[in-house]
């Protein structure tokens, strides 16, 4: 029997045609890529990021008003749905939305019992209201 012998083959390695192994590049050629290329680049960016907070600065102070609008709706409109979802737990406690709406209905019933039935105690009323609006929005005598 024959023995196996590995066989070495020469294949030579050229760097002149396209397809080829190549020798490592060089440091320089890196610097030169990283300065001609990269380094433009990351200098536009890096200065972009460093102007980003007079950006910020002068996009609020050019829509101030408009914000504000916004974030206050956006709070009511929140607190709208933070309340909503209050009720409805209250609501699904068992016999507590009955008594809750029996309550209701007996200070509906004392309200008008108390107020609205006598003639004496509706002009009591009105100047009740009255009292509290002059101290929520002062009075008109006071008035230049």
Do not use: C
């Not at 507590?96 to 029996?102: S, V």
Request: charge should be negative; proline fraction near 6%.
């Amino acid at each position: 029997m024959e023995s196996m012998q590995p066989t070495e083959t020469q294949n030579p390695i050229r760097t002149d045609l396209p397809g080829s192994l190549s020798k490592p590049s060089s440091s320089s050629s890196t610097e030169q890529i990283w300065s001609e290329y990269v380094e433009p680049v990351w200098g536009s960016v890096m200065s972009y990021l460093a102007n980003v907070p007079d950006y910020i600065g002068s996009f609020f102070s050019g829509y101030k008003k408009p914000l504000i609008v916004l974030v206050a709706i956006l709070a009511s409109f929140v607190t709208v749905k933070v309340t909503l979802a209050v009720l409805d737990a209250i609501d699904d406690i068992p016999l507590l939305a009955p008594i809750l709406q029996l309550v209701g209905i007996v200070y509906s019933g004392w309200f008008v019992w108390r107020y609205l039935l006598k003639d004496e105690n509706r002009r009591e009323l009105l100047a009740e209201i009255d009292a509290l609006k002059a101290q929520v929005f002062g009075s008109h005598n006071n008035t230049l």
